[in-house]
């Protein structure tokens, strides 16, 4: 309650009602977007490769864009040449977050499906999986974690210390902070958004000519979203490349 | 005056202070962070100032450091979440 104002508890801004199934295969809003997300994210990639030509267009030029950007935007800045063959992965990764996130700007759907942590949660854990897996068979276990536990160049007496907050980074806060950023920065713009929204609505009703400022602010700020569902997209699979790029080449 | 102040429904007192540390974590979460980004972009646009021809590479490290800052932040808000009275 602010002025009078009802704003809708946080609980029914995210949670959709189940539309069939039940318990742990419950089908809701959310789950069929994290669908036609997925489906979208294969068929501009599968459209846009299925005829390659030398000049492209249309559905070829938005996936040769995309793959440049990540190749080079990317893999390059962060892993070097030998993380090309990662470039499949990071791609997914990539395409999928961006089209979730996009939802949220869809005026008649507006749910970004990175506002519910479940997805984000399992796409860290298998961030986690892939750069402890890479690590291991590109440097042997034991090396790996040495690698990964000791920096180089570290005094004696510190070691200890240096030693468990390097074990807990690589075990729970990379995973954690990963899925907690993507998360939480997609619900904080959600609320945002449903904030001016509600309060359009509500001067709207009560004054018209009340509604100008709020709303053009609501534009500004969807404009600012589509921002930070790029951003976001972009710093997830950074970071993922950063991860798998130091597990491939350890700090000399 | 007290009697009227002291007359409150049952639960108020609670749902008071749960809104009250709501605020106060986020707030104080949110003041580190700020400052922390504030010193990567300041510092990230000095050096494309410096060196124009770096600045692709001084960009990506300049995300990375503000999203690493940025994390703290948003632990304190979903906390801030998870506060129930």
């Given amino acids: 309650m602010i002025f009078g104002l009802e704003f809708p508890p946080i609980s029914h801004v995210v949670e959709w009602p189940t539309l069939f199934g039940d318990g742990p295969f419950a089908v809701n809003k959310v789950i069929i977007l994290m669908w036609v997300s997925a489906i979208i994210a294969f068929s501009v990639m599968y459209l846009g490769g299925r005829k390659q030509e030398l000049v492209p267009s249309g559905m070829q030029n938005i996936a040769e864009s995309a793959v440049d950007f990540v190749e080079n935007g990317i893999i390059l800045e962060t892993i070097g040449p030998d993380g090309l063959k990662y470039t499949p992965y990071l791609l997914t990764l990539f395409t999928f977050i961006l089209t979730c996130n996009i939802w949220g700007l869809i005026p008649g759907v507006q749910m970004p499906v990175n506002a519910r942590i479940a997805l984000p949660a399992f796409m860290a854990i298998l961030v986690w999986i892939a750069y402890h897996y890479i690590g291991i068979k590109s440097q042997g276990p034991i090396k790996y974690f040495k690698n990964a536990t000791i920096p180089p160049g570290v005094p004696k007496a510190v070691l200890p210390l240096v030693f468990l907050i390097e074990l807990m980074g690589i075990l729970v806060t990379r995973p954690l902070s990963l899925a907690v950023r993507l998360f939480a920065n997609m619900i904080a713009g959600h609320l945002l958004l449903v904030t001016f929204a509600v309060l359009s609505q509500a001067l709207f009703e009560s004054t018209y000519v009340g509604a100008v400022a709020p709303f053009a602010l609501l534009v500004f700020l969807s404009a600012f979203e589509v921002l930070v569902a790029f951003l976001q997209a972009y710093i997830f699979t950074i970071l993922a490349a950063v991860y798998i790029g130091g597990a491939m080449h350890p700090e000399h | ?85």
């Fill in chain 2, 1 to 85: 005056m007290l009697q009227t102040l002291a007359q409150q429904a049952p639960g108020e007192l609670e749902a008071g202070l749960t809104a009250v540390g709501r605020g106060i974590v986020y707030g104080g979460a949110a003041i580190g962070p700020g400052i922390g980004i504030g010193i990567v972009v300041g510092n990230a646009i000095t050096a494309m100032a410096r060196q124009p021809e770096a600045a692709g590479m001084v960009r990506t490290t300049m995300f990375l450091g503000i999203a690493f800052t940025e994390a703290l932040a948003l632990f304190g808000f979903v906390l801030s979440f998870i506060i129930s009275g």
